[in-house]
Structure formats: structure tokens, C-alpha cells
């Protein structure tokens, strides 16, 4: 009788160790790393007016922008914002495969941090094996203690800085060395911090081949002159070290492109899902090229286009601009051409017209018919003003009382307006009206609202 087999129903993950590589796509890769870091960390710290440049402050529902200062009404600005993010995201796919992921990406970027700070401390491939494989002492406790603190001490300021343009970082700061942060700001900074420590120091290529969607519907953006990380076959194959007997091609099968690919794919085997286009295994192989004496390229982009046609890379770059690019380059252009006018050409005032339903219309003092209106003003500036309210569209219609009213730098404020009109110049029924508000001094801010006046 046969033992019972042992079925796994999953893979058991084996750990990586990618290898540190130089070259042009390593530089570039920690150019992103150090642009995005200044820009993430060092941002929630740059003053503008006397507050915090950048600040998404929820409660009291303003977003502020350096000199710009959104409200909850603005929410358009932020779908153009999604919708030129996309298309940025399909036009630089279909031109160039994973450049999001492979570069920018903060599953990436921290990725590299991490990485780096595990190489200073515990060496490099080779030593970090060595010390995993080996029993437990004095020196791997210390270095692995040291190794998951400073992942920590990073996980924990990117959590405070991430929380920090949500609530002012200065007072944030100064809440947490009081311990006296409160519940929502302590447990953002604690899941955040949790998440980076968690993604970027354990799970990492797991992240990216199990948990990231964008793996799984990339393809539908690629096509046969996307550029794309591919191995030269015809020139590699057959592999091995050059002998006098066997006839070699050019990869002599040293396996440092495997070793430095953080998904630890073997990109020989042609383009996979796995492969994040980090363009590591292209800086190892050239690295080895160089100390074999071959040329560089082995492991390149190319497309696919290029590989089967032995075509050369100006017939390949001549294939880049092809209609679904100007498509997507057109379309990205106008609708961020359209963003910017529209912030351009914004005006900071808003106003929105209520009608006080209490009172629909009555007859006052002086034979008059008066309506009732509240204006919600929202001055977006961050300078308190004056405006003047009017009205127009019906004969001797005027604001009752002061048609003026204050409202602070990036305040809101109801206002109550009495509008009224002689008796004898409006028949029964409802009239369009048009309210106009005008900030005192500063006539190019200035906002047109309709609404009806009732005559009964």
C-alpha cells in the first residue's frame, strides 16, 4: 500500500536576498527614491502664510495648497487630478511597461530604503545569508535587534509625517512628546507606521505578485513595441562559460541578473507577471559584460517588435509614437491644459443662494414685497474682506437694509438678505432674479448667483 502524499496547496515562500548592482538604472531608481522622500518627508514642514504649505485639514473641511485654498465644493479638482494620474499611468505603461512600479512606486521606494538599511548592517547577499543560515548569537541578535529598530524608527516618521499633513506636524509632534495625541491621530500613525514596516521589511515581492492589482491588468496596456526588461535569446543562447569544444553564446549563465531581480524571477525565461520593470537584472548583466569583455545589452528594453525583426533602435524608437500613445499623450495634454486654466482662472469666492422657505413672500411697511434669502459666502482667500451684495432682474428690486457683509481670510459665513420690490411694478408669480457679490476693492472677484422672487 502506497504512503499518503503530502499535497501543498500553496507555494512555501522562499526568502529573497537581492543583490546590491550599480549602473544607470540603479542611479535613477535612487534618484526617485531621494526626489520623492524630499518631497514627502520635507513638504509637511514648509510654511506658506503663516501655516503649513500643505495641509488636508478635514475638520474644519478646507485643503490647503500653498496659496491655494480648497473647500469640499472643489471636488472637481481633485477627479481632474485622478483622471490625469491614469492617463499619465496608461500613456507611461504603454510606452514603457512598469516604469510606475519599477521606480516610483512607495512599495518600491521603501523596498530600497529597507533594503539599504539592511545591507549597512547586516552586509551584503552573501553575509546576509550566512547570518539567517546560522545559529543564534550575541552578534545576530544585536544585528538583527539593530536591523528591525532603525525599519521601525523609518516606519514610525513616515507614519507621524503621512498623519502630519492632516493635522498640523508641529502640533502633532508636540501632542505625542506631551502623550496626549489624540485617538484618530495615534492610531493613523501607528497603522501607517505598521503598513511600511510591514510591506517594505516583511512581505515586500509578495506585495507586488500577490496583494497589487496592477500586476494582474498590465497587460492589457502592453503590446508588441512596448518597452519592456527582455533577454536577447539569439544572442545568449546557448549559455555557458566560452570553451574551445562548445560553441557559447554571450550569457555565461553566472546568474546575477536572478540575484539582483527583487521578485527573484529569472528574466531569461521571457517577460512575467513578477517582473516590476526595475531594470536590476539589466544593470548586473551589463556589470558582467563589462568584466567578460562582451558588449552591453544582453539583457535590455526592447520590444517585442524589435527582438523578433532584429530591428534597430531607431526603427524601435520610430514605433513608440504610435496612435495609441498620441491618443493617450492628447488627451492627458487637454485635460491637464483644462485643470490648469480652470485653477488659473479660478475665482476665490463662492456663493451659494437658499431661499428662507419660513417666509416665501409678504407685504411690509411702504406697500413693498419683500422674499427672504440666505447667502452662504465662502471668502477662499486667505485675507478677510468686505463684499458688497446686489440684485438684479425685476424693476426698483433692491437689498433691504446693508447689502455688505465681512467675511474672514478662508471663512464662511450665512448671510441674511431681505430683497424687496414696489407692488405695483411686479405681477404675480415667480421672476428670475440674479444675485451679484463683489469683494470691496477688488472688483475681479466677483460671483453672479441666480434665484426667483415670489410675487403673490
Sequence with gaps: MNAPAEIRLYEIREKIYPRAVHGGFAAARWALVWATQLVFYGLAWLEWNGRQAVLFDIAQR??????????PQDVIY???????????????????????????????????????????????????MRLDGSRYSLRKIFLKTSKHAAWIAVALWT?????????????????????????????????YGFATYGNAGWMREQVCKYMCPYARF???????????????????????????????????????????????????????????GCAACIDGCDQVMDKVGRP??????????AIENNASPKEMWARIARPRVLVYSAILAAVALAAGVSIYLRVPLKVDVIRDRA?????????????????????????????????????????????????????????????RISQNQAVRGTH?????????????????????????
Design 218 to 276: 498590465q497587460s492589457a496596456m502592453f503590446d508588441r513595441d512596448t518597452l519592456v526588461i527582455t533577454y536577447d535569446r539569439e544572442r545568449g543562447e546557448p549559455r555557458g562559460k566560452k570553451s574551445s569544444s562548445v560553441e557559447k553564446g554571450d550569457c555565461v549563465d553566472c546568474g546575477i541578473c536572478v540575484q539582483a531581480c527583487p521578485t527573484g524571477i529569472d528574466i531569461r525565461n521571457g517577460l512575467q507577471y513578477e517582473c516590476i
Design 432 to 456: 428670475p432674479i440674479e444675485f451679484h457679490v463683489t469683494a470691496i476693492g477688488a472688483d475681479d472677484i466677483a460671483v453672479r448667483e441666480k434665484s426667483v422672487f415670489i410675487v403673490r
Design 159 to 191: 507614519g507621524i509625517t503621512f498623519v502630519g499633513y492632516f493635522t498640523p506636524i508641529r502640533s502633532l509632534l508636540s501632542e505625542i512628546r506631551s502623550f496626549s495625541v489624540g485617538p484618530w491621530e495615534g492610531f493613523w500613525v501607528l497603522f
Design 78 to 128: 481633485l477627479t481632474a487630478l485622478l483622471i490625469v494620474s491614469a492617463l499619465a499611468l496608461f500613456l507611461f505603461t504603454a510606452v514603457a511597461g512598469r516604469l510606475w512600479c519599477g521606480y516610483a512606486c512607495p512599495q518600491t521606494v521603501y523596498t530600497e530604503i529597507f533594503l539599504w538599511i539592511e545591507r549597512l548592517i547586516e552586509g551584503d547577499r552573501n553575509a546576509r
Design 62 to 71: 478646507k485643503f490647503y495648497l500653498f496659496g491655494l485654498v480648497f473647500w
Design 359 to 419: 417666509a416665501i413672500a409678504r407685504e411690509v411697511e411702504g406697500g413693498l414685497i419683500e422674499n427672504v434669502y440666505r447667502l452662504q459666502i465662502m471668502n477662499t482667500t486667505e485675507r478677510a474682506r468686505a463684499f458688497e451684495i446686489t440684485v438684479t432682474g425685476l424693476p426698483t428690486l433692491h437689498v433691504a437694509g446693508e447689502g455688505t457683509a465681512g467675511i474672514g481670510a478662508a471663512q464662511s459665513r450665512l448671510v441674511p438678505i431681505r430683497v
Design 296 to 305: 552591453r545589452g544582453l539583457i535590455r528594453y526592447s520590444t517585442t517588435n
